[in-house]
């Protein structure tokens, strides 16, 4: 029910999902808004948590709201994964309170994936589930981030960055310096290939397969990238635009652009995933369309088949509790 | 003496600011390595900081060294402004070392203008003169930022923006928090326009004229935007140059998209600043070219006919000692 296109292009996405992807698809929120769900089942939800609302709070006060429903659907069983478009904290936080932490993981962390034309995407984590960060999170955040990172996108040895202002272990803040020391130390196993620190300029290049961070700063990255991006895009299709000759030559130029444009869109990599939990949450942008609900259904079932939480656990040296 | 294109660019670039800006300019370096100076005057230092050099130590053991020199001359009153392009942090701690703080700045830090075609510049401050920071010196950097955007780009209020993950006050790291609850009371006085929150989108935008951060959330920002861009400029020229018919839309693009490189190229804004220390200090990119050079001599040369030191001690409720 939450996002800015729902419940039509959700359930359209889902629609598609469950017909493309053969998946089965659980449709959680108001049926009377859902309207027809295309043959898919809805849990009734009477409660929406808004894309305003304090997560925390929203979480406590509205327990039948479609974010906390889904929540426990996974929870109890009756579903692999939950996939939402609304409100990311009120999803992190539902997740983290219905489904439990994975024993042993201090923090769940958001892992975001950028695109990197050419090559795997960077996965980014913390983008945001948590502003402030010990050392031993940031730890397992690399332990996390190289189990899903060899999951998703089938990297066999990720390159596990620390995100720094500068290459040298004496750079950065306290929290970076103590990270870098445990991690160049070992501290996060051998199954763990960490290349030391990385530079916001790293991100978007072939340079480093996983970036480390906190949440703040992880989330000011990810919102530094799309605020980028959406001036570039807009400055050339502006200069395409300034006349006739341009328009022209943009006609040309636009089959050459556009997979580029599909490749940096993040309809096409299905969102971010919530990590540390008990259960698979797939967090997708609030303007999510039906493709990038599909998108992140697929994202959602493969994690689900790869036994992802089972990765997690053993990846943080804790088993799953039954 | 510092910089990748050191000493040639950085002489001709001094040689043509003294002849396009009609100011007095002093080379600061090793005469038979700078060869002709072109008629300014030289004054001798034997020894160079190097890019990799660690800033504080190499302050303190080099004291022979043109950036050390030159922050001499300026506390000395030989010179109204030091210009650099060498190593960031040995510029900062020669300056602060030599020239000393203006009286009641915590901490000064390193303002660089963002470009935002169509627009006046966004200024980021802190841009990594302090990995960590209190509230009380982000107030003071909301202080001098907005001090040097008036100045700078004559910008009668400035609104000034705190860097977070959300626009709500209560978003953010415990450090941000306190900071905005700061500004929000009006600690940093009737001549600073705090507009609330901001996020990584927003500093590429018209939406802000002053970014405050700390200095490692500041510099993580200047790199991934520099990073982006990049990735954004390579991308495009490589759908222009995917076949012949591309290839000639594309030469009736350029002429379209040049303006915008342009803007965008860091040499058209003559560097960052150092705030709060008892002097000008221009610091250039290490990749400075002539132009980047003939830019960052009128920006110093701006600053001192507009008594920024005077403005931003006065901005901070402070005088500069005689």
Redesign the interface.
């Given at each position: 029910m939450g996002g800015d296109r729902a419940p039509d292009e959700i359930v359209a996405g889902a629609c598609r999902a469950a017909a493309e992807l053969g998946v089965e698809v659980l449709l959680v929120g108001d049926p009377e808004r859902i309207g027809d769900a295309g043959g898919l089942a809805v849990l009734a939800a009477s409660e929406v948590i808004e894309m305003h609302d304090?997560p925390a709070a929203a979480v406590r006060t509205k327990r039948d709201s479609s974010l906390v429903r889904a929540a426990e659907v996974v929870r109890d069983g009756h579903a692999g994964a939950m996939v939402s478009a609304g409100n990311t904290g009120a999803a992190m936080v539902s997740a983290l309170l219905r489904m439990g932490r994975i024993k042993g993981v201090n923090r769940p962390a958001i892992a975001t994936p950028i695109p990197v034309?050419g090559s795997t995407p960077t996965v980014v984590l913390d983008a945001?589930a948590n502003?402030?960060c010990s050392p031993a999170w940031l730890v397992q955040f690399a332990q996390m981030g190289s189990a899903f990172a060899r999951q998703r996108f089938g990297i066999p040895e990720p390159r596990v960055g620390l995100?720094?202002?500068g290459e040298e272990p004496?750079?950065?803040?306290?929290l970076?310096k103590e990270t870098h020391q445990l991690l160049a130390a070992g501290a996060a196993g051998p199954e763990v290939c960490f290349v030391g620190n990385v530079?916001?300029?790293?991100?978007?290049?072939d340079a480093v397969d996983v970036v480390v961070t906190d949440?703040?700063?992880g989330?000011?990255?990810?919102?530094?990238?799309?605020?980028?991006?959406?001036?570039?895009?807009r400055?050339?299709l502006g200069?395409?635009d300034?006349?006739e000759?341009?328009k022209?030559?943009?006609e040309?130029?636009l089959p050459?652009?556009l997979p580029?444009v599909t490749e940096l869109d993040a309809d096409t990599y299905g969102g971010a995933m919530l990590l540390g939990v008990k259960g698979v949450c797939v967090i997708s942008h609030g303007s999510s369309s039906a493709r990038a609900i599909v998108n992140a259904i697929r994202v959602a079932r493969d994690a689900i088949d790869a036994d992802l939480v089972g990765r997690l656990a053993a990846s943080t040296g804790s088993a799953v509790e039954a």
């Open positions: 304090d034309p945001g502003a402030e995100l720094s202002i004496s750079k950065g803040t306290s970076v530079e916001g300029r790293d991100v978007m290049s949440g703040f700063t989330n000011v990255v990810l919102k530094t990238i799309e605020g980028s991006m959406r001036f570039a895009m400055a050339v200069a395409l300034s006349d000759a341009t022209a030559a943009g040309v130029l050459a652009l580029l």
